[in-house]
Each structure stands twice: as C-alpha cells, then as structure tokens.
C-alpha cells in the first residue's frame, strides 16, 4: 500500500464507498472481504506501475471499466487490488479513410459512438449497456449485442490491442492493416479473456462506415414463445438478414408494458421485434412481414423512426422491468439459430420440473438467450442454480455454448471444464499462466481456482 | 519408421518422388535433406496415431493440405514425416439455416464452394489460390484473398476448429453458434498458426448466403502506378465498398497482357480492376466510376457478366505472367489503405537503389501488397532478400505488417521479432510451448530456432 501511495499519490482511493462498490457488478453478486485498494489510473505508466508493485508483492489485481459486467468478472474481494481504467477516456485517433479508431480503454461504448458519428463511421459492438460500458470492459468480455447477426461481435472488431502483462511490460498485439498474419493473433485470445491475461490500456477498433438508407421497424405478435421462435427460424432460414430481431417471452412482455405503463398484451402473447436497414431496408421488411404473417404473426409496422425508437425500448426495458419483479440472476445460453425453438421448450420443461418462472428474452437473430432467475433476496437460492445448471447442460446438448457474450467470471466458472472438457480447461490455463506466471491477474475468475 | 508403418499401413508413402514433392511448396523454396515419410492421412484416428508416434519418438512433424503455400509452411525437411490431410476432403455437413458447414481439413477451397451453392450458400475466403489450395492450410495460413475488404478473412469466416496436439490429443475448440466466450478463444489463436499448436482436422466454417443482385465489373487506366493507387484509395474514402479492388502496375499488366497476347497497354499504364455486387451494384458502381474519372481514370465498364470474368482474368493472370519472366518471389506486406500511394513510393525508390524491377500487384481495396522479385535460377540472390527485407521495413514504417496473408513460415522467420518486438516473440513461442512442449510441431517455421 506504502508503494502504491509512493507511485501513484492521490490515484490510490481506499475510502470505504469506493472500496464497497468495487466489490460488486451488475450481476449483483458481491466477493467478499475488502478490497486493499481502488487504483484510479491514469495512463499507461500508472497501469504498469501498479503491475510492477503487484508483481513484487504478488498482490492480485481485478482491472475493472464501469463496473457493468454481469458474470461478476470485475469483482473485487479482500487482499485485491481495483485497477480501474474508467478513467482512461480518450479517442486518441480516426482515421475514416483506413476505417479505424485508436482509443484508450475507458471510454464509453455510446460516447464513443457520438464522436465517431460526425466522421461518417461508428464501431459495431453494441451490448444492451452500451450508454454505460466501456470499450475496454467490452474488449475483455468480448461483448455482443442486438446488431451480432448483420454486423459482427467485438472479436470481428479489434484490430489490435495494448496489453500490460502482470510483470508490467507493455505489449501492442495486432496490427492497423486490414489483413495481417505475422505470427500467433493473440489480439483475439485476449478478447474475452476476462482480465486474466494482461490489462488492456488501449486498442485499435475497426470501423464500418454509417449504414446508408433507411431503417424499418416492425413487430409480430405470436400465440406463444415457441410459435415465435419458429418465426424467427423461418426468418433466417428465408435469407434475409435482419439488423435486430429481438424475441420477448409472454412474461417479458406483460412485465415491460406494466413498467411503462402500456396497453396490456393478450394472456400468453410472445413478441419478435425487428428492424432492417440500409438501401433495401423496405424490400426487406416486406419479406420479412410475408414470413412472420405466413408464421402466424400479427404484424405492425412503425410509420416511422420515432415509432420505431418506441417499439424497440419495450426490448431495451428488459432489464429495468425484470428488476422490478425481484432479484434477478440473468442467464446468457447461446445456441445454433435452428435450435431456437427447442432451447425454448427446454426452458418450459426446466420451470414445470423447478416449479420456477424463468423470463426469457432472446437475440434471436444470432440465437443467444437470455432466461431471467427472478427471486427475493440478496443470494441466488440453490434451487435457482439447480434449474440455470439444467439451463446450461440444455444449450450444451443443443450445440450452444454456456455464454455468448456475458463472460465466464466468478458466475459460471464452475461449469466451464463442462464445455471445454477436462483437457481443453488444462491448457487454456496454462497458455493463461504463461502471460502470468504467479497468477496474480483477476485470480479465480474464469479458471476456478 | 516401423512404427508407423505397423499402425499405418500403406498409407505411409517412402516412395523418392512423394519424398522431393513435399521438400516445397509454390515458394519454390526447398528444404535440406530428405524427410523420413509421407503419411496420408485418412481419418481423425490415424493423425492421432502420427503425433503419438512422433512424440514417442520425438520425431518432427509437418502438416500438409495441397503444398501451395507461398512461405515455405509445410517444407518438410530431413528426418521430418510430412503428415498430408489432403486425403481428409469430405463435407461432413451443411447448415444453411444456421450458416455452417462441417469440413475435414483437405477440401479444396473451390471443391467446397461448388458444393455450398446448390444450398444457396458460401465459404467467403477466396485466396487467388482457391482453386487448388485446401479450406486447412487456408486456416492454418489465415489466408486472405481479393474479397476481404468487404466478406473478410479466414478469421472471420471459421467458428470451431478440430485439433490434434503433438501428444496425439483431439481437442475441439470453439462453437457452433453465432455468439460464444466461453474460455479463451483458442479458435482464433489456431487460425495463421501454421502448424506449431496442432494438426487441423475439422473445422465449423461460418457461411453466408449467396450475394444476390447483379455484379458490375470495371477497369480504370492511370499513367502510373501512384496515380493508381491515389484513386484505389479514393474510392475506399468514398465510402462505397467494392467486393473485388485490385491494382497492377505497369510491369504486371504488360506482362499479363503479353502472356494473354492482348494488345500492349499504353506504356507506363497501370490498371484499378473492381468489381461491385449486391442489390445497389450498379449505383455503386456509377458512383466508383465517377471518382476513377476524376482522379484521372480512363474508364470501362464491362457490358455483362461474361466480359467481367474477361477483365478479372487479366488479374487471375498474374501468377503466370511472373513465371513467364523467370524465378519469382512473391511478397506480401499489407499497409492501412491510406498508406497505398506512400508505399508504392517506397517500392519505386527501392528498385532505383538496387537496379531492380519490382512488378507490383495488390489488393488495393484492403491495402495488401504482392511486390515480385524476379530473377533467374533456383536460389533467391543476397540482393534481393536485401531490397525485400527493406520493403518489409518499410511497410513496418507506414503501420503495416510483413505478411497480410501468407504467412511467416521459413521464409520470414528471421523478420518476424523485427515486427513483434523481442517481449512479444517470446510470448508467443511460450504459448506454442505449451502446445507442444517438445517442439516436434513443424519446426523451424514461424519461430527460427
């Protein structure tokens, strides 16, 4: 602590509040004990002094963006150190005729966004927390979002990053061509690797240029959940490739309109909301309305954009309509498109067998799931991670993955030897250990220790 | 010897001409000495047994698709076996409704996409090689291709990959469906690893649908090659995205021309060829047009589709056109696209120093340049490694890479630390360690020893 105050002064915060928030993310899962300290960096240096300190004193360190993770990835527990990179904010470069940004890792997903737009070019990854996440807390997540099926997630979108290693050394990984092989791509293995391989201080972001045309934003109305996710199967078996196509289960729905005070939906309804763009966008969304109709969807299209913006925050309430309902553990299952409808009856079968309600939401497009565990109190009951252990074998036997664009974290580490089998869990820690050989970097997140 | 030949049957080839055939590969390059073997490998199990084999015995071994690789990748040497997966070239499955297909590694690229199209889908990666290289030295070059600016690399384009250690391990990295973090991203890492982390025996491709709309073929003639490359970078700031943009200086397309017997292109010419495609394929192309033009393009627009593969053959031609001259190395560094007029530069003031032509081809529209030494006989002259390793130093300066897409393999070995820094190098050889702890995986290549 002597050295870290010595280093870096006023940057070190030690003040209870600062300590109790940095315990804790928006999973609302807390670690325990209190944390050594809050380290507010600064610049590069800041970061690679307090590595430098931690190495000497194999301290662990938890970097950390803006605190809205939902796997408990930034959670930082007693004897740790919070390295926070919120701080680090700037947009250091544009560059719209090579299609790249360099940016340091704290700024925010959105604020980004603002400044690029007046460029004519904007970074993809667009996570539901975009207006609050970082793009470095994206980077180590390896975030996803509604747009993932059209327009790529964060790994189709990093060019490059900056990494402190645990020793404190700096390395820049990638490159700023479009195209670039030189040696092992370890930009992408650093991309939702969670913090356990080094800190990342700065990337170089690959752009697309404003999608030119117009958008078109239109809903569908189905009987129920499994009827809807065989309309949004049949939608992307038809070709057409939608910007967002959203998926609400009836108990979604209902608990949305009561939060904004909407007409109620009718008993048991399950709602696909979509949106095209670009120069086709029209011709599109009238492909798309045949489908659904052609499903058994009731179908409306927004007049406009601003009608449109309105369809699409039912989807964004979600999580604020969720919250209101109790505490909730949201669950991130991703599967092959087609296995859309059968991950749905599976969560039917999981809440009939549990005796629980499990609200789901979906990125249909892309197939990943969000089920929602809602429960009182502040600790996930046992019976809770029984059904989401079900949950995750399910999305498993159905070809899908426990996390699509969540994170491992503290959460779901238990499970992740499942999915990789015994062998594969052996070697990625071991290529983690190699960036940090006293495994003092985000200690027992991801890898259970 | 007896080893394999015990567990391995005929498929274990000694015969002195598969023994020279895999000494190369389209390099011209070839190892020293004579290998041990040649495996043809026909299932996942006989791979396994390969590397059990070859780690008992610690015995080096060379993966190999169909030998076209342009870095001397899969040169197998003295005392080496020479593991082919040629022989491995079924497609195991396709599913356009969730845009994948399961391949074994030794499928031919165009072999696989004629396949994909009766389902209305393909495999975007399309190195000028297609038509003869297979979808597992495509990964494990990370091949790139004329299509990347807009359809992307093989990084892009691969979901999971089947994996045989040096232990003789099968491990399956990566997913099946669109989104996916679970763990590193091992996948990725895989991808351009050329060999040194495992043997490719499967991979999960991610496809698209085949583009629909029409496609406009163009040609823009320019003086020179600056002026060339000045437009080429016009139109990627004009915000249109070309499917195809390929630039040839004045030397290839003469050379072409005269290989193709076509009339001589006014001397000093150099030629933009671009290709549009998608439902707006025609306004784009109206809109590339008029830039061509101002930049100081003489314009032609293709009539129909049949005088668009005419114009695109010119291209196509390149590779022949070269051999006509002499021996050829081909090179291949990659610059942001801004930086395609200064690097053009830097080629011209570097044959002036060295009395050396260098015909220049490149993928303007993604900023990859393949400069051509040509010269006579087997070896390549000290001359000439020195003007190309001061073409390497230069792409380096301007922000680019020593390889966009054909990897480091033997021929680059020694420039690699060059652009990775000596921390990184490290680094990398550490996590190819903890593949293969005894170095039996492709030696020599990627790494120098």
């Known amino acids: 602590m002597a050295l870290l105050r010595a280093e870096l ?7 209870p509040d600062a300590l109790a928030a940095v315990r804790a993310d928006k999973s609302g899962h807390a670690s325990d004990g209190t944390p050594l300290a809050v380290v507010h960096a600064a610049s590069v240096s800041d970061v690679q002094a307090v590595m430098r300190i931690a190495t000497a004193t194999r301290t662990p360190v938890v970097p950390r963006g803006a605190g809205t993770g939902l796997a408990g990835g930034a959670n930082t527990g007693g004897g740790e150190i919070a390295l926070s990179l919120r701080g680090m904010d700037r947009l250091l470069e544009v560059r719209p005729d090579d299609l790249l940004a360099v940016v340091e890792p704290g700024i925010v997903n959105a604020e980004l966004n603002a400044l690029l737009e007046p460029h004519g070019v904007w970074w993809a990854p667009d996570p539901a927390s975009r207006a609050i996440s970082t793009v470095g807390g994206n980077i180590a997540t390896g975030a996803g979002g509604l747009l993932c099926a ?3 997630v964060v790994r189709d979108a990093v060019l490059g990053v900056d990494l402190v290693l645990a020793d404190g050394r700096l390395m820049h990984l ?4 479009v195209k670039g092989v030189t040696g092992l791509d370890l930009t992408s293995l650093v991309i939702g690797s969670e913090g356990t391989l080094g800190v990342v201080v700065g990337a170089t972001l690959k752009l697309r240029r404003l999608v030119e045309g117009e958008r078109v934003t239109l ?17 992307t078996a038809s070709g057409v490739q939608p910007a967002i196509m959203e998926l609400m289960d009836a108990r979604c729905l209902a608990a949305v309109h009561r939060l904004l005070s909407l007409p109620e939906p009718p008993p048991g309804a399950a709602q696909l909301t979509i949106q095209t763009d670009g120069p086709v966008a029209a011709a599109e969304a009238r492909t798309i309305a045949a489908v659904l109709t052609a499903a058994g969807g009731t179908v409306s299209v927004a007049a406009d954009d601003a009608e449109g913006e309105e369809l699409l925050a039912v989807r964004r309430s979600m999580h604020a309509a969720m919250e209101s309902l109790g505490t909730t553990l949201i669950e991130d299952v991703s599967v092959p498109r087609s296995a859309l409808p059968a991950m749905f009856d599976e969560i039917a079968r999981i809440e009939r067998k549990y005796g629980l309600v499990i609200p789901t ?4 497009g892309d197939g990943n799931l969000h089920p929602n565990f809602v429960f009182e109190g502040p600790d996930v009951p046992p019976i809770v991670w029984e059904a989401a252990e079900e949950v995750f074998r399910a999305a498993l036997e159905l070809g899908g993955t426990l996390t699509g664009e969540h994170g491992i974290g503290v959460l779901k580490r238990r499970w992740l030897a499942d999915e990789l089998g015994d062998d594969q869990w052996q070697l990625q820690r071991e290529i983690a250990r190699v960036f940090d050989p006293l495994g003092i ?6 890898f259970a220790a």
Chains 1, 2 share one sequence.
């Open 9 to 15: 002064g006023d940057r070190v915060d030690t003040s």
């Open 150 to 152: 059209k327009y790529g």
């Open 174 to 177: 990638g490159h700023r061509s």
């Open 219 to 235: 809903t569908a109305l189905f009987d129920g959940v499994r009827a809807a996710a065989v309309a949004s199967a049949a939608v």
């Open 361 to 364: 939401v979906a990125h249909s």
């Open 441 to 446: 970097l985000n200690p027992g997140k991801v």
